[in-house]
């Protein structure tokens, strides 16, 4: 077996850091949860919305990103609430949005090797 795709390895040298101002983490280094977060966090800037997350965090145990916004989204508005939630649907496989559990787009069949 391959020792890079058990559970609980980190794949990367780094589980933390900072992409277009928004913290991003992995608890496990996962490598597709980062690349994940690095495309949320480009997403939430081509939407000029990533000032308003703080940090997204991917538990790996639970396979679900969690996000921290900043007190300035409330007074936003509804759009720039839709538009960091379209961000996640369009980058992030599993996300909590407020309370619910939403699922944004799907694993791609190469992702499939990631641990469980």
Known sequence: MNPWSEEKVRQLDTGSMTAFGIRITSRHAYAQEMIELIGFAREACRANVN???????????SSCCNFTFSAALDSAGESARQAVLAAARETISQFDWFGAIQHGRPLLEAEDDEPS
Request: hydrophobic share 35%; no cysteine.
């Open 51 to 61: 000032m308003y997350v703080t940090e997204a965090f991917y538990d790996s145990g």
